[in-house]
């Protein structure tokens, strides 16, 4: 199956700093990608729907200046937390959907992100 | 927003038995799948089901899917204790939703060898 990649798979900062996550498609193109977060023994939350050439899409309740997605390419997306507070302390993890993209097919995820705020 | 249901929250049970895990939806889908979760990784997929299916079957898994009822069912057989881990059925739904994906709250399953 297709590959996903997530780096770093863990981090911790200090409150206030900004942290980058990406995301890459490593053997197929992803003009679409999703990025999500998961509280401990909780079920995964769509955070918004990265697109590649454009504008994310973000889900209600998630604020787009404090989460910045950049789609910059076919196979990286990347997710900035910015100013982060320990409240945005998760486990982050990104998707993407297979080779036709459409609602058929099934997702491939990253391995995920650990994010602590100190 | 999340939609789907699933029950049991946790389920333990030996090696060697079946393993039934249910989910319920609210809205109209495309398709239904089931993912599996080791505990702080990611997600693996494990079978996809289409809205005009009723039952699929992949090695030691079986899944229905009754539309009617806006449930699904995930049941392994013949568990065994490298089967532990968090399983999350997923909806995709219709029209522009196109590949975006609402999680159900998982099951923990525990295989006590």
């Known amino acids: 199956g297709a590959v996903v990649s997530q780096h770093p798979s863990w981090v911790i900062c200090k409150s206030g700093t900004s942290v980058k996550i990406e995301c890459r498609s490593l053997d197929f193109q992803a003009t679409t990608m999703f990025w999500y977060r998961q509280f401990p023994k909780q079920s995964l939350m769509l955070m918004a729907t990265?697109?590649?050439?454009?504008?994310?899409?973000?889900e209600q309740g998630v604020e787009k200046d404090k989460f910045l997605i950049n789609h910059a390419s076919l196979t990286l997306s990347t997710l900035t937390v910015t100013s982060a507070h320990p409240e945005d302390s998760s486990f982050y993890i990104c998707s993407a959907p297979g080779l036709a993209g459409g609602s058929y097919n099934e997702q491939f995820f990253g391995p995920g992100t650990r994010l602590t705020v100190l | 927003s999340q939609q789907g249901e699933e029950d049991p929250q946790a389920l333990s049970i030996q090696e060697g038995e079946n393993a039934t895990m249910n989910c319920s939806y609210k809205t109209s889908i495309n398709n239904l799948q089931w993912y599996r979760q080791n505990s702080g990784r990611g997600l693996v997929h494990l079978i996809l089901i289409r809205s005009n299916e009723r039952e699929k079957h992949s090695g030691r898994l079986r899944v229905t899917l009754d539309t009617s009822k806006k449930s699904s069912s995930l049941l392994i057989t013949a568990s065994r204790a490298a089967d532990t881990a968090s399983y999350f059925c997923?909806?995709?739904?219709?029209?522009?939703?196109?590949?975006?994906?609402?999680f159900g709250e998982g099951t923990q399953l525990t295989v006590n060898p």
């Open positions: 990265s697109n590649e050439g454009s504008k994310a899409t973000y």
């Open positions: 997923a909806t995709a739904g219709r029209g522009g939703s196109g590949s975006r994906l609402t």
